[in-house]
């Protein structure tokens, strides 16, 4: 290929990771004095922002009246296999996954509680299952924003009014960027480390009443680890939803998200969030449509994340290529950006297609996915021309 000028204009923040993800702008190491730093966790002041945490992601988040949320540990890992490992068993299980984190949640139902009326809906390569398949008599297990996959489901109009289960939603990279349908939603589990730019290790689940009653009366027939425990002795584990947790947390990380839910606040709630994220989508859509090396991955656009996007290479010469070579010009593209200082962290998960993945959560500004463009063509025409 014939050689491009390096461009003059970077990113500001070159910070295009997939989670965890970029601070929001204005964040500062500064910021974060505050902390209850080298306090217990079962301090009354721990507990207090603990529960701050809570009240203000419901409020955030718009949860309807009678919904109730808790800190887990372990990320959004965990609190979805606290969800599955707890709720599962009393009905038939629907399990729709498209991505390598939707079948972790497909191997507990499978393979480690082996449930035995359970259907399993798979797809990949930027493809989603067949929802329709949905029974109204079952639970049902799905990620509404597949991460690695950049594909979401289209709509919720598949998941019936009238259903009997519950619906156990991962909405670990679509809390605070695409709006949620909540009267389609029983369990909803994510982290702090997407959407909100927070740190890692830390879950959180929201509860229906319906979920509630399922976790009252359903006592399952396998063994639950501690640290999945919604329930105690004396029955539902209401401190979870008073802002004590199952093991001790990082008070600074808690410090760091409350920062965020402020900031969110502060430029006008869950609405000017999706806003941020449909502009950063809307910018990378125009470079992507004037480029022609590149293409989306997801063709269908209602299932197209603009969340987590994930482009595959689109020249002839290169999807003739096999994947293993495909793959070689991915990691040659984010060495010279990652030297340049240019773009950090824009390859797919290793479970994916070759080609490259941006993050367009609401803490990232569209000024850089602008800017981001040039540097994207560089990389690939020098990577093109090492090859």
């Known amino acids: 290929m014939n050689e491009i000028a390096k461009p003059h204009l970077r990113p500001f923040d070159p910070r295009f990771s997939c989670g965890p993800t970029r601070k929001h702008p204005g964040w500062s190491l500064d910021q974060l004095s505050n902390a209850a730093l080298g306090r217990s966790h079962r301090s009354a002041l721990a507990v207090s922002k603990l529960r701050e945490a809570i009240d203000r992601t419901m409020a955030l988040l718009e949860v309807p009246e009678g919904f109730r949320g808790a800190i887990l540990g372990g990320s959004d890992t965990g609190a979805m296999e606290a969800a599955i490992w707890s709720l599962l068993g009393e009905r038939p299980v629907d399990v729709f996954a498209w991505d390598t984190f939707g079948a972790r949640w497909l191997k507990d139902v499978r393979d480690e509680l082996k449930l035995k009326d359970a259907n399993v809906y798979e797809a990949k390569g930027g493809l989603t299952p067949d929802f329709s398949r949905a029974r109204r008599n079952a639970d049902i297990v799905f990620t509404w924003n597949a991460t690695a996959a950049g594909a979401m489901i289209p709509d919720t109009d598949w998941i019936p009014d009238d259903r009997e289960g519950l619906t156990l939603v991962d909405a670990t990279s679509a809390a605070f960027a695409l709006e949620l349908d909540w009267s389609k939603i029983d369990v909803l589990t994510f982290s702090w480390q997407k959407a909100m730019g927070g740190e890692a290790q830390h879950g959180m689940i929201i509860l229906s009443p319906r979920a509630i009653e399922r976790l009252k009366t359903h006592t399952p027939s396998w063994p639950i680890p501690r640290m999945m425990q919604l329930k105690n002795a004396d029955g539902l584990n209401e401190g979870l939803f008073e802002g004590k947790t199952l093991n001790t947390v990082s008070l600074l990380s808690t410090e760091d998200y409350l920062l965020s839910l402020k900031w969110a606040?502060?430029?006008?709630?869950?609405?000017?969030?999706?806003?941020?994220?449909?502009?950063n989508y809307a910018t990378l859509s125009n470079w992507v449509a004037a480029t022609d090396w590149i293409d989306f991955l997801v063709e269908d656009t209602a299932s197209r994340s603009p969340v987590s996007v994930t482009l595959k290479f689109a020249a002839p010469d290169v999807t003739?290529?096999?994947?293993?070579?495909?793959?070689?010009?991915?990691?040659?593209?984010?060495?010279?950006?990652?030297?340049?200082?240019?773009?950090?962290?824009?390859?797919?998960?290793?479970?994916?297609?070759?080609?490259?993945?941006?993050w367009c959560g609401p803490t990232i500004e569209a000024d850089d996915i602008a800017a981001l463009g040039p540097w994207l063509d560089w990389a690939y025409a020098e990577a093109r021309r090492e090859a």
């Open 265 to 279: 606040a502060k430029e006008g709630g869950l609405a000017a969030l999706i806003a941020r994220t449909r502009k």
């Open 320 to 358: 003739a290529m096999s994947q293993e070579d495909q793959w070689a010009i991915t990691r040659r593209m984010a060495s010279l950006l990652d030297r340049e200082n240019a773009a950090l962290d824009v390859a797919p998960h290793v479970s994916g297609v070759a080609g490259l993945r941006i």
